[in-house]
């Protein structure tokens, strides 16, 4: 066995939970949770130190495959719970996962003011321009004219451009992978979790259940990395690339470095320090405790 496949089998062992993935033959999903586990594998995250959070959709069954602190939440509301993980506890390494619904649709007011503060988390957004779990509704990234069962005469919505918005927003860290290229996905989420601050990654992982037009074939003849040469730093030019009509491209758009949230909160947090007692802290811990008991 090659050494590559020796931490591959290891990297199972460790970080895959007893529960089986109940996603259809052939889902795209399959291919982002090897990447994701591979991911951890090459970083040895402690488990213990590992929590994955998410909403609702085909991909956020996400968390019961992976060992871990994790939490499946409601629809949409999973950037808020997994900032409120950071905050209490900033050691632990947070991931978001969710679907092109559950990010764009229902929780889409949440991305933005999560990008501006910059919690230092990375979201995998696993789009498949459709909803899957309800058995195939139109999504905000479905293509114009998709016809779905609530769109049966075609959808006369273009779709939104999920880096573009991410981009604009201010995510320090945006890119793009493809579930089929489990080789380049890793290495993202690995570049993701060492980057400090709101990493985002969209996934094109289709859907071959509902979803007929966003196929493995038609992404495979579009999909193109992301010239070597291009300059992450360069905004313009990552706006550029993310609007490409005639080919999708993958890799790394951009990344900045800035303060994150929870820098920043410590330093607020770090003025008060002595100001109050450790008892009176204690005294008032418990009474807030003790409201919801």
Known sequence: MSEVMEKIKQAKVEYKSEVKPTWCPGCGDYGVLAAFIRALGEMKIPTHKLSIVSGIGCSSRFPHFVRGYNLHTVHGRALPVALGVKIANPEIEVFVVGGDGDGFAIGGGHIPHVARRNPDMVYIILD?????????????????????????????????????????????FVARGFSSNTKQLTQLIIEATRHKGFAAIHVISPCPTFNMEITFDFVREKVVEIPPEHDPTNKLKAFELAMAQDKIYTGIFYREERPTFESNLEKIISKFDGAIDEAVKKERLEKLFDQFA
Do not use: D, R
Request: hydrophobic share 35%.
């Open 128 to 172: 498949n321009a459709i909803y899957g779990l309800t058995k195939g509704q139109v999504s905000p990234t479905s293509t114009l004219t998709m016809t779905t069962t609530t769109t049966p005469y075609g959808a006369i919505e273009p779709p939104i451009n999920p880096v573009m918005l991410l981009l604009a927003y201010g995510a320090t």
